[in-house]
């Protein structure tokens, strides 16, 4: 493969479709490697169509690869209303855009706004930081929940990173294929606080009453195909 053009994208950065590709510039050709390139492209979600094909060059022993997108819909808003004997009365609203400036950044804006529940979230996720394999999330959270005799409350954040075990040069375990695996960890601080004690709370919940930090580091594996 002597040269990879890119064609057809109008919003999305050339380097975001670079990243994706399995065949690199000056590696031999590989069938699969093209083919795996075009589903990792699909699976991004920034593009109605997909279509990688090669083209002959001066040279009898080189082609190019020529990567042709047509664009799609990346941003999203939803919002609703509802009304249930659990929740009461409920309103909700999203707003989400997946290739943030046509550079495969995700932001996610969401609310859940009632009677007895409030959930706001707002989130950001780097796929590719610094340019490397590295996935990086950042969450930030407000939300309450009204039971019968406490209100639990709760504001904070959330740190997320995943890394692809292949770029550690696993390619498989135990003749399990590790291609799409990711590893990684999630940190997450809160400060809670229990709060509106009723009449008839237990004394358990009543020792609870005030405001705590919680701090948690969870770890993640994932394989998504």
Known sequence: IERIDIAGNTKTR??????????????????????????????????????????????????????????????????????????????????????????????????????????????????????????????????????DDFTRSGTGFGLQGTYPVTAWGFNSIWGLPLEEVRVGAEYRLERAEISDIGFNATRTIRAEEGTSVISSITPRISRNT
């Open 14 to 147: 050339d380097k975001v479709i670079r990243r994706e590709m399995r065949l690199q510039e000056q590696e031999l050709f590989s069938a699969r490697k093209l083919r795996k390139s075009r589903e990792a492209l699909q699976r991004l979600g920034f593009f109605q169509e997909v279509n990688i094909t090669t083209r002959r060059t001066a040279s009898d022993d080189r082609m190019n690869a020529v990567v042709s997108v047509k664009e799609a819909q990346t941003g999203a808003f939803s919002a609703g209303a509802g009304f249930s004997s659990a929740d009461q009365l409920l309103f909700n609203v999203r707003i989400q855009e997946n290739n943030l400036f046509g550079r495969g950044q995700r932001v996610v804006l969401s609310g859940d706004v009632g009677n007895l529940r409030r959930n706001i979230i707002l989130s950001f996720t780097e796929p590719y930081f610094r340019d490397t394999p590295l996935t990086v999330g950042v969450d930030a959270f407000s939300w309450s929940l009204d039971f």
